[in-house]
């Protein structure tokens, strides 16, 4: 069954350290994989996409099919990162779209 | 433009009544989405939509239903409300060309049985 795992619940670290969100996800097929962010009192919103290949807010992440992983990394935390974070995986051509438990990143000054 | 509307934003029902829950989206998005978010276990899929007069059930369908007879509208029903379904409601919607998976979330509903 399609599965996204994200093993750390919360995950503190102190601001300008480097930082890694672990998810792996299950799935036979091509994933279209994403990570979510949801600050504090606002809507969940999309951080990054694997197939945009893109950088935001000084976050990357990229798919490894190999190890079923799409990690998400950011070498220099910030106060402003704090957040609850989601990785999520699309597949059924993506019209099905489930996420994995979340991880809070919290960092501190 | 609003983007994506839930109405209410909260409510507190009895075990066994029931209510419905309202998403509208004004972007013209053909697919839409319900989530519940519960504390350790993120957000889990419960029904969605791929198009207007469609439905199809995701990880925890149990317990509710859904109608989209208008393509801006998704509404999630609970017809016997239980203390389980007590929960943070998560609708999103996002276009259904190839490629743009980007989805639009709103505000949530939270919803408490007692």
């Known amino acids: 069954a399609q599965r996204v795992t994200q093993p750390e619940k919360l995950l503190s670290v102190f601001k300008g350290a480097p930082v890694e969100l672990k998810c792996n996800y299950s799935?036979?097929?091509?994933?279209?994989l994403f990570w979510y962010v949801q600050y504090s009192r606002q809507r969940l919103q999309l951080l990054l996409r694997?197939?945009s290949r893109e950088s935001i807010k000084g976050f990357t992440a990229d798919l490894n099919k190999g190890e079923t992983s799409f990690h998400l990394k950011k070498p220099f935390a910030q106060e402003e990162d704090s957040a609850m974070y989601y990785c999520?995986?699309?597949?059924?051509?993506?019209?099905?779209?489930?996420f994995g438990s979340g991880t809070r990143l919290s960092i501190r000054p | 433009n609003a983007g994506v509307t839930q109405t209410p934003k909260f409510r507190v029902l009895k075990t066994g009544q029931s209510m419905t829950l309202l998403c509208a989206q004004d972007?013209?998005?053909?697919?839409m989405y319900w989530y519940r978010q519960d504390p350790g276990m993120g957000l889990r899929l419960i029904h969605y939509?791929?198009?207007?007069?469609?439905?199809a059930k995701g990880e925890v369908p149990d317990g509710y239903n859904v109608s989209r007879l208008k393509k801006q509208n998704f509404l999630l029903g609970l017809e016997s409300a239980a203390p389980s379904q007590t929960s943070v409601y998560f609708c999103?919607?996002?276009?259904?060309?190839?490629?743009?998976?980007?989805?639009?979330f709103g505000p949530g509903t939270r919803l408490t049985v007692t």
């Open positions: 999520a995986l699309g597949y059924s051509s993506a019209s099905k779209i489930i």
């Open positions: 799935y036979s097929g091509s994933p279209e």
């Open positions: 694997h197939i």
């Open positions: 972007m013209n998005h053909e697919y």
């Open positions: 939509s791929v198009g207007e007069g469609t439905t």
């Open positions: 999103s919607s996002r276009p259904g060309t190839s490629g743009n998976y980007e989805q639009y």
